[in-house]
């Protein structure tokens, strides 16, 4: 079904550009024509929903402008100007620091704050707007709107799915609706959770070179594959013990925050199911549990600092960032294999490294001073016993040895 659906999707685009670039009325009239007579074939064929067929035509139409502005975007780029993303909002600039190598962003205070190439890149998901300036290197910008048009575009497409699916009797699946109906999901902590995840690893293998590809996937294969997203492995020893024949692996992700027996159970069964299924493109599905907390109070943080460059786990320190990349990787890669990965992504300039240590020691010895005088009892949370761990790692960067 899946198949015939994105086939009538192609087949419509392919009469979207056919009328765009028709010279006559007569001829967009005929092109018209021949949409409704596909759109009652999809229909008859229960490949659309007959209530919201009109509606999947407009989204198709809004796909095809993304890909209209993304190219003009790429020329724009190639002339030399500044670029802006799909990311509706007030879009924030981004200048070139030439003495540091690195892009700085203008924060709405107007503090300037350092972002990485796989920051400025998943920072949408966020709902950050970026403008690359003038002097950003081509090939970041180029990055970044490609990046973008794929976000917006993979958008436009969930709804094109949830809209025909939800109204479909014959399905007894509710998880279409729930998603449609589910105004308050970007505050659910599972909601979150994922799109933590999500944009971390994807910031870390962009800006670390890590020898994994990561994969978006629409809302049908969430549902029905129960798959958060795919990891394209490298050939590697699966594990410990066990051998791979393969020049790559295929691993769909499913998180979940849930560690009771029960939920795990339930999980489980669920995606033994979904392994009846797999597409070509995926070989094994792994649960991965990550039992995340406070993270609507870890979101509220972040945009009461002024949304900064990195998403929310931005105020997360080392180790449990940590214990988020080793707890999806384990399993797919050897403990020395992870641990080189991750020696990688904490190989920062000594420059990200000071301006971090400074940041984290004014928030840390803050929360201290406020903790000890509101609640004299309250035990150190990410006050001096954390600092002097962050002294001890990363000491010689700022010239203190501890």
Do not use: C
Request: glycine fraction near 6%; charge should be negative; avoid cysteine.
């Amino acid at each position: 079904m899946k198949e015939n659906f994105e086939e009538s999707l192609l087949q419509t685009n392919e009469e979207i550009k056919k009328y765009k670039t028709a010279e006559t009325d007569t001829e967009k009239e005929s092109i018209l024509k021949e949409m409704e007579r596909m759109e009652k074939e999809y229909v008859r064929d229960d490949i659309w929903s007959r209530e919201t067929s009109k509606e999947v035509v407009s989204l198709q139409m809004k796909k095809h402008k993304v890909m209209e502005e993304l190219h003009e975007k790429i020329q724009a780029l190639e002339k030399g100007e500044a670029v802006s993303g799909f990311t509706e909002g007030e879009p924030r600039s981004v200048e070139w620091n030439k003495a540091g190598h690195r892009a700085m962003v203008a924060l709405p205070s107007g503090k300037r704050a350092p972002a990485t190439v796989g920051e400025l890149v998943t920072d949408g998901e966020w709902g950050i707007a970026y403008t690359l300036g003038k002097d950003i290197p081509k090939d970041i910008k180029k990055r970044f709107v490609v990046a973008e048009a794929r976000r917006k575009i993979l958008a436009l497409a969930d709804e094109q799915i949830i809209e025909t699916e939800r109204v479909k009797k014959k399905t007894t699946n509710t998880s279409y609706r729930n998603i449609f109906e589910d105004v308050d999901k970007e505050k659910k902590t599972g909601f979150i959770a994922e799109k933590l995840v999500k944009t971390f690893f994807q910031k870390n293998i962009i800006d670390h070179e890590l020898k994994i590809r990561m994969e978006e996937v629409d809302v049908q294969r969430d549902v029905d594959q129960k798959i958060d997203f795919i990891l394209r492995l490298p050939h590697h020893t699966r594990g410990v013990g066990t051998e791979s024949s393969r020049d790559k692996e295929n691993i769909g992700i499913q998180l979940t925050i849930d560690n009771r027996v029960s939920a795990q159970e339930r999980k489980n069964r669920q995606i033994t199911e979904a392994k009846k299924h797999l597409g070509e493109d995926v070989d094994d599905i792994v649960l991965v549990t990550l039992p995340l907390t406070e993270l609507s109070l870890l979101v509220h943080q972040w945009k009461e600092d002024e949304m900064r460059p990195g998403g929310p786990i931005k105020r997360w320190d080392d180790s449990r960032k940590e214990q988020v990349f080793r707890g999806v990787l384990q399993g797919l890669f050897s403990e020395n294999e992870i641990t080189g990965m991750w020696e990688s992504v904490l190989g920062e300039t000594p420059e990200v490294i000071r301006a971090n240590h400074e940041e984290f020691v004014a928030k840390s010895e803050e929360r201290l001073a406020v903790a000890q005088k509101t609640e004299p009892k309250l035990p150190d949370e990410g006050g001096q016993e954390n600092l002097d761990k962050f002294a001890n790692k990363y000491g010689k960067w700022f010239g203190k040895k501890k």
